[in-house]
């Protein structure tokens, strides 16, 4: 929302009113709050037909300030809210004559008197703050509003929001936190995150389930400006240091990933979206793949396993599937894990909507008619997830699938969601517009995780918000298959896990149109290095040899070496299970120190050791950055000095993949399995060790820490220790003069190399 035209003048009908002086300060049962009047009260009478505004202050957790600025605070609590996670932690407060400063750890605010300012520090740096005009209530023609600014620093760059299609930086764009069914190539998004994190160390939380609206260095081109609709507004400012220690702190209050089956880290195949599809062309596809020597992982089934016109009806199309329980055995004896796919409306035609409407488990208008419209299918209701009834009877559903052997869902949806509807339990509907997703995902992945058990549960759904991190995965959405619609969902994925999300997924080769061969070989690639990869589109299938006498190779080349690096990606899962830290991570969250990183889109880091630069161009021509240090490529072992801009050109089977030096890199030996015992036949490959020396852990499939190795450099050679038991593993040292391998055997604790 812009309040301003320009630096001095109001938008038409627009009236502020800002805290502009401290008249009070005192202890109460919800924290500690700050009396602020309008203008600087000089005489008594100035306090009458005036408003005053409260800024009430606590701490949730240790590092986490929140801040809430109330004009009128009679209103009713309206559901729903975030399920936050909190820990409370002490403040202390200093009131002095001047300010007030308010502490809790190693974050501090100092409130200023006259003029009113506020300013937050960590350690005694300062991270961001306001004056006396940028804090307070607006009233305008749309109706009221809360609005902060607060101030960007020079140099400094904003990221997050969500899972964003433009520019990663955000400085200068206005986003509004609102889920719609967008695409990827538009401001629109599946999954908004009223989080920005900074390269100066915070980052900022708006505690709300509705529409914030951000104007980022643009409405005044040296603040961020976040405000929303009513009388008032939740904030919270999220200390770090790092912005890997923002979101360290930022999933610690609002939930942290279940971990992923490690099965689900392996190929998808889909059957596409509009695509004809039975039994006979699923199995050729499967059959196809397996006499290519391509592994695969995850059969998905998309829309048309059920018959047209009932989604969602639950219920197999018998004409193209006589025997679905059949059909998914013989997926099972082929190795497969399979998915289909849901979303949460129910079409009039499908049998389960009369169901639905008779037992009150649709979303309803206000004069009790089932809320309905022809938008997706015709005549479909929307599922009522605060209705626990419904969520039974849903769950219910997917649980006869589940029995028939199904083994998870693709949760489509979730963004189109109306406002102008009633809910079972009285949740206001424009706040829960973007809270619904929540609700639907969590529903089936409960489901999943009772029945499968924990470890075991994965969804592949779309639309999110705060907390939905919690029910992985995620996917990237409608793109096309082109290289700038790669690039843009690149963007996105380094927005989301810029987010707190851990992990992300998006549809290889894009979901729109046929690729050429050129982008499907080199979204292969991309894909297959991250932690979920599928193969899906619109109106075609998506089988590599459809795509050229190349791409057969290409995708079995970056399967098998997606195997073989599960141990490395299953354990950055384990961490990112347990600290919040995504897996894809965006060059400025590791090189947090580096100026060159802050704007990178087109590369990241999977993890902190291996640096990944997709190929965007017919050509093979790739410009990338390395920091500095050594690197060494990871599928050729050529050594690449660091901290310079890079141009290369490269044949399909490769592309910029770069091992940072003291990296201790664990190596599987399955190159067709993603669930296998990682133990079994591992290589250790220590790159470029330092005379400090660095250490990894390795864990099992089941993502428990089962060894911890270090090495480090002693004069010509490398000691190696193993912490744990193990059954022998091989060690191969890389450092720029070849490689030097040896084998450990079993028990041995050490070696020098």
């Known amino acids: ?27 109460e049962e919800n924290g500690y709050a700050v009396y602020c009047s309008h203008v600087p009260v000089s005489d008594r009478g100035m306090i009458l ?32 809210a975030f399920e936050l996670f909190e820990e409370p932690a002490a403040m202390d407060i200093t009131e002095g004559p001047d300010a007030i400063t308010v502490t809790s750890g190693d974050l501090r605010a100092v409130v200023t008197r006259t003029p009113f300012s506020l300013a937050f520090f960590e350690n005694g740096v300062r ?18 509003f809360m609005r902060v600014k607060l101030d960007v620093g020079v140099g400094e760059k904003l990221y997050g929001l969500g899972e964003r299609f433009t520019p990663f930086v955000k400085n ?128 998905h089934f998309d829309c048309f396993w059920m018959k047209g016109y009932e989604w969602c009806n639950m219920d197999w199309d018998r004409a193209m599937f006589p025997d679905p329980e059949g059909l998914l055995r013989r997926l099972h004896e082929r190795g497969l894990k399979t998915c289909l796919w849901i979303n949460p409306y129910i079409a009039q035609k499908s049998p389960l909507f009369k169901v639905a409407m008779a037992a009150g488990y649709l979303l309803k208008r206000p004069n009790g008619d089932v809320w309905q419209w022809d938008m997706w299918q015709a005549g479909m209701g929307i599922v009522d997830f605060t209705n626990p009834a419904a969520c039974a009877w849903f769950q219910g559903l997917l649980k006869r699938l589940l029995d028939m052997g199904v083994d998870c869902f693709k949760t489509d949806f979730g963004e189109r969601i109306p406002t102008d ?17 929540l609700l639907y995902n969590r529903c089936v992945f409960e489901l999943l995780e009772r029945e499968r058990g924990a ?110 690096l599960m141990p490395y990606l299953y354990g950055l899962a384990a961490e990112a299970h347990e600290t919040g830290l995504p897996v894809m991570r965006a060059m400025p969250l590791v090189f947090d120190g ?76 399955s190159e067709t399995q993603t669930d296998y015992d990682y133990l079994d036949g591992l290589e250790v490959r220590v790159y470029q060790p330092s005379v400090e020396g ?36 091989t060690l191969a040292v890389y450092d720029g003069a070849g490689v030097r391998r040896a084998a450990l055997a079993a028990g041995v604790p050490e070696a020098t190399v």
């Not at 991270?127 to 009221?144: N, V």
Request: glycine share 12%; proline share 5%.
């Open 594 to 669: 580096d100026r060159a990183c802050e704007d990178l889109d087109r590369q990241y880091m999977l993890g902190d050791a291996l640096l990944v630069a997709p190929v965007f161009r017919e050509d093979g021509a790739v410009e990338y950055y390395l920091p500095a240090g050594r690197w060494t490529h990871l599928l050729t072992g050529a050594v690449a000095q660091g901290g310079a801009w890079r141009n290369a050109t490269y044949d399909v089977d490769s592309l910029p993949l770069f091992v940072r030096e003291n990296t201790l890199l664990p190596m599987g030996a």
């Open 172 to 299: 200068g764009q206005v986003v509004d936190i609102w889920n719609e069914d967008g695409g990827t190539a538009s401001e629109l998004a599946y999954k908004n995150i009223p989080l920005y994190v900074s390269n100066a160390g915070y980052g900022v939380f708006v505690n709300s389930t509705g529409k914030v609206s951000y104007e980022l260095c643009c409405e005044a081109v040296q603040s961020a400006q976040f405000s929303l609709a009513g009388e008032t507004l939740t904030f919270m400012v999220i200390g770090g240091g790092t912005m890997k220690g923002v979101l360290a702190r930022y999933t610690a209050l609002t939930g942290r990933p279940a971990l992923p089956p490690a099965w689900s880290f392996g190929l998808w195949l889909t059957t596409s979206f509009t695509t004809e599809y039975n039994e006979e062309t699923i199995l050729a596809f499967v059959d196809g793949m397996a006499a290519r020597g391509i592994p695969l992982h995850v059969f």
């Open 127 to 144: 991270l961001t703050g306001l004056g006396e005009r940028h804090m307070g209530h607006a009233k305008t023609p749309e109706g009221a």
């Open 421 to 437: 509807c009633v809910y079972f339990d009285g949740s206001d509907p424009v706040l829960m517009h973007n809270y619904y997703t």
């Open 694 to 729: 660095a250490q990894c852990a390795v864990v099992d499939s089941r993502g428990v820490q089962c060894l911890r190795v270090s090495a480090r450099r002693e004069g010509d050679a490398v000691r190696v220790r193993v912490n744990g038991e193990h059954r022998g593993l």
């Open 49 to 80: 037909n005036a408003p005053l505004l409260t800024l009430t202050f606590r701490a949730p957790r240790a590092g986490i300030l929140s801040l809430t600025l109330a004009h009128f605070q009679g209103g009713a609590g309206k559901a729903p």
């Open 455 to 564: 470890g075991e549960a994965c969804v592949f759904a779309r639309s999110a918000t705060v907390g939905s991190q919690r029910y992985p995965l995620h996917w990237g959405g409608d793109s096309t298959s082109t290289f700038p619609s790669m690039a843009e969902t690149l963007r996105g994925g380094l927005s989301l896990c810029m987010s707190g999300f851990a992990f992300w997924s998006h549809d290889i080769s894009g979901f729109e149109e046929m690729a050429t061969p050129e982008v499907y070989m080199r979204w292969a690639q991309f894909g297959l290095l991250g932690t979920h990869s599928r193969l899906h589109g619109s109106g075609s299938y998506r089988v590599p040899w459809l795509f050229g006498e190349r791409a057969p190779d290409v995708v079995r080349q970056f399967v098998h070496l997606k195997c073989r």
């Open 1 to 27: 929302m812009k309040f301003t035209d320009g630096f001095w003048v109001l938008k038409p009908g627009v009236t502020l009113t800002n805290c502009r002086e401290v008249q009070d300060a005192r202890w």
